[in-house]
């Protein structure tokens, strides 16, 4: 199963709308702060659209958080303002720990994560219309799981 991520759009879909092309995912996870296209995004996308609300998602009918169950592996989304992630995301870890997950995937930061330690994989996507991590390239990550193995890349427009 190929499961695209991605966060951050902010109504800036061009470089969303290629990905999909590209990737034809099984799934799409988008992370938060799509400020209103969540229906433009999911015709797009082709396969199950999950979508949480961001800072910037004003009035969203959206579940503010999500627990999906993908191929066995326990997975918990969120935009992660709520847990202090600009200062780190260690917040947010202990969180996803304490709900019994096995993977936390979040956004907000507009850069690009992925972190193993402390019992629990840590994945934010970055954003691909508004980049903030050095040499600001759009960045969205590609989850594989194939039975028990599971692989995370961050790619880069």
Known sequence: ????????THRRNDNYFQIVRKQVPDM????????????ELSRAAGCPLRIVPGNNDFFS??????ELEIEGFKIWVTHGHNY???MGNETLKREAVAKGMDIVLYGHTHRPVIDREGGVIAVNPGSISYPRQDGHRPSYAIMEVEGKKLNFTIKYI
């Open 61 to 66: 009918r959206l579940p503010r958080e999500l």
């Open 84 to 86: 202090y992630v600009s």
């Open 28 to 39: 799409v996870i988008h992370c938060g702060d799509s400020e209103g296209c969540e229906e």
């Open 1 to 8: 199963m190929k499961i695209l991520i991605v966060s951050d």
